[in-house]
């Protein structure tokens, strides 16, 4: 029983398909992992036992009568606390929505309910999504899998830990400038970035519109893929066959290899290395609309939040984090006409991208050019802070801004990603090239 938590979430279901394992005591496994485990509090913000548990009898009766809902009906995941839960807190990290209850499920979290997926409850984050690190002084910072003084990645960071640490089988989060995938290199796990627009945000806690994106958190590949499917309510994607053999891939050197610290950048060669040796073909791609793109960011990201936020954040700006508080009013200086060129060069800007990787089938670049950072240097050292969080955010980002699909894998060494772009609406294709380099990769 104790092995149901180090599997994975469709071998779970394979597991409950052949009558192996009842999702009630699968269930309950994962509950009682959940409230023995030392960083509980630290991880979840609530744990929805109740419902988990009539979820999971529900799903044990359609096992029983061979009518399951999807491939993952009766598997236990973790939902990020943005995700709107009927008669749950749902506070987004943030002293700002303390009390906040919402009154039904958020769509894609409805979506997966009515598919048989079981809630097991929500999960901390960084305050109102606005921090690649993970860190959360107001609410709680989960740990990182690989070493306990370190952030784990963020925004979606106890999505993470949940599924690192073996308390769900796959977390949900989101994704705006990389809160998806930083946490989920980090903490050695696949992240899934869909196309903005693609998986519906509707009863999701928002941070910029414009970019937010939903994706999961898992232990595989055909974890994400199925996982995607039951988000959308969709057919999931067929991994079988999938081949790197004769695949042309672009490595990304226009500011995605800049200081690019030596664990993350040994980690990428490592994976790129493989890559080639199982027959693709790999092409080094300067891309001077990547670099134009970067320079839009304070622009598009801090004026869209604050003004999502900034009213609220004015009435009480104490029960904020500084730096997430300052961050936030940066925003505050940007023009509607500056708001509105930047948005126009940057449609431009997509356009050639999309025209300069058509090409080929995905760009290549490490998930984050450095490690987790040290959570008490962190607190105490303001530039470290800074340009840490800058960083940890800026490879993702590119995927962003340039609108693209984008998916992260371990590499074999800890805590560092390789991180595969494509085109919007191109998460099927990524999620094969995926699948197949995961086989290169332990």
Known sequence: MLNWLEMSAAALGRGI????????ALTQAYLGAIN????????????????????????????????????LDGVPISWKDL?????????????????????????????????????????????????????????????CVNDPDVVPGGSSSGAAASVAFGLAAAGIGSDTGGSVRIPAAWNDLVGLK????????????????????????????????????????????????????????????????????EAPMAGFERALHRIQSAGATLEFLQADEVAEAMALTAPLYTAEAYGEWGEAIEAAPEKMFDQILERFRAGAKISGPEYVAAWHKLEVLRETWEARIAGFDAVLLPTAPILPPNVERLMTDQDYYITENLLALRNTRIGNLMGSAAIT??????????????PAG???????LAAAAEFLLP
Request: glycine fraction near 10%.
């Open 17 to 24: 398909e052949t009558g192996d394992i009842d999702p009630v």
């Open 36 to 71: 023995s485990h030392d960083a509980r509090d630290r991880i979840y913000s609530a744990i929805t036992s109740e419902r988990a548990l009539a979820e999971a009898q529900a799903a044990s009766e359609r096992a029983r009568a061979g009518q399951r809902l999807s491939p």
């Open 83 to 143: 995700f709107d839960s009927a008669g749950v807190a749902t506070e987004a990290g943030s002293d700002l929505l303390n009390g906040r209850v919402p009154t039904r499920d958020a769509e894609v979290l409805a979506n997966a309910t009515a598919l048989g997926m079981v809630c097991l409850g929500k999960t901390h984050m960084s305050e109102l999504a606005f921090s690649g690190l993970g860190l959360n002084p107001i609410t709680a910072t989960p740990p």
């Open 194 to 261: 869909t196309t903005a627009g693609r998986v519906t945000a509707k009863g999701v806690v928002p941070l910029c519109r414009s970019f937010d994106t939903v994706g999961p958190l898992t232990r595989t590949v055909e974890d994400a893929a199925l996982l995607l499917s039951v988000l959308e309510g969709t057919k999931p994607v067929d991994l079988r066959g999938a081949s790197l053999q004769g695949k042309r891939f672009a490595v990304l050197e226009t500011m995605a290899l800049d200081q690019v610290r």
């Open 409 to 422: 894998l371990p590499t074999g060494v800890p805590s560092c990603g390789l991180m595969m772009m494509g």
């Open 426 to 432: 191109s998460e099927e294709r990524l999620l094969r």
